[in-house]
Structure formats: C-alpha cells, structure tokens
C-alpha cells in the first residue's frame, strides 16, 4: 500500500510566520501534489512536481513555494503566513494515469 | 479554464433512501475518478471510468459516465450511516499529472 505522511495533523501559527509543510511518500513515486481543501470548494491544486527539482504552479499558488530535493519528500512553505490561509492541507502522490494516494492532511490555523 | 462542477453541494437522507451526486465538466475527459472522504479523513480512491456510457458497480454504489464524457453520477442505493462523507468526482487537467477536482458533495445519513 502507498504511504504518504505529512508531518502535522494540526497546526497553529502566527500572522507572518515562516510555516513548512512536510510530505514523505514511499513509493518511489515521481509526481507529487499539494492541494487546500476548504468548505463549499472542494480540491485546490497549489502546486505540484514532477521529479527532483521540478515544480509547477497549480491553481493557487500565491503566498506559497516548494521545495522538492528529494524524491521522497515535498515541502510547501508558507513564506508569511496570512489568516486567509487557513485551511486543510493535503498531500498526494500519483503514479501517472493512476489515482491519487493522499495523506491524512494538516489543519492549519493562522493566528 | 477547465471546470469540473459537482452537484448538490450537500444532501440529507433517511437511512434507507437513494442519493445521487453529478458531476459535469467543461471539456470532454479522457476518464473520471471518483472519491470519498469520511469525516476527518482523506479522499479515497474508489473507481475510474473510461469509456463511453460506462456502467461500473461496487456494491450499493453505481457509477455511470455519459455517453459524450462530459458528465458522470454515482448513485447509493439504500444508504447507509457508514456511508456518511463527502464524494468528490476527477478528471484529467490540461497535463498529464494533473487532476482537476469537483467541489464535492457531502451526504448526511440519518439513522
């Protein structure tokens, strides 16, 4: 089974606070995705990588970056964070044309 | 862009009773996914249709993809309480990597 584990199940921080988001999948996967999931709109693409250094914009990526060096780990970062961040963070790693494996998700809340 | 739009955004029932959830995209898919998430978990993968006018069943659930793969539904027959969570449906994006996700629907099942 596909393993993808994010580091915090429930976080908190302050307004314009540096905030890291960790991700770690198992399965030697190359494609790797950060979504926000917030009530009434359903999955929002943040950005998502493709291999080792490679990354690309999804829907939303203002106010965030990534950091791939690793194949296993993908990190979003949060440069400052806003309240308007405050979300349900969710990982995922997809095998191409193969669904997708999510991990359990952080709950970020920005003071 | 692409938009994949999912109604009703949420559903109450009796247990016992049928529902149904759609999902309508803009542009025709090559396939559809669709998923689950229980209260407080993560989006689980639960088929993928790809051809034309598919019909694929699991049980209590039945999920169609229309004939112009532009729309599809899942349908539970007879809900249950352990069916409680919100159902997303997925297509392909503008790439290979990506999947542009639904709002979701979220059932509530009175016992």
């Known amino acids: 089974d596909v393993k993808v584990t994010q580091s915090s199940r429930y976080l908190v921080k302050r307004t314009g606070e540096k905030v890291f988001l960790e991700c770690v999948q198992d399965m030697d996967h190359e494609n790797m995705f950060w979504y926000r999931q917030d009530p009434g709109l359903g999955l929002r693409l943040i950005y998502f990588s493709y291999d080792v250094k490679m990354k690309e914009k999804g829907d939303i990526p203002e106010g965030y970056s990534v950091s791939r060096e690793k194949k296993e780990r993908f990190s979003l970062i949060l440069e400052s964070a806003s309240t308007n961040q405050t979300s349900m963070y969710l990982c995922?790693?997809?095998?191409?044309?193969?669904?997708?494996?999510f991990g359990d998700g952080t709950r970020l809340s920005i003071l | 862009g692409q938009q994949v739009m999912q109604i009703p955004q949420y559903q109450h029932v009796q247990e016992g009773e049928d529902f149904t959830t759609y999902c309508n995209s803009s542009?025709?898919?090559?396939?559809i996914q669709w998923y689950k998430q229980r209260p407080g978990g993560h989006p689980v993968f639960l088929i993928q249709?790809?051809?034309?006018?598919e019909v694929k069943k699991q049980k209590r659930l039945t999920f169609q993809f229309g004939e112009a793969k532009k729309n599809s539904s899942l349908h539970i027959t007879a809900t249950q309480t352990t069916d409680v969570g919100t159902y997303f449906c997925a297509g392909p994006g503008d790439s290979s990597y990506k999947l542009i996700f639904g709002s979701g629907t979220r059932l509530l099942v009175r016992p």
């Open positions: 249709l790809v051809k034309s006018g």
């Open positions: 995922a790693t997809r095998p191409p044309w193969r669904p997708q494996h």
């Open positions: 542009t025709t898919l090559s396939n």
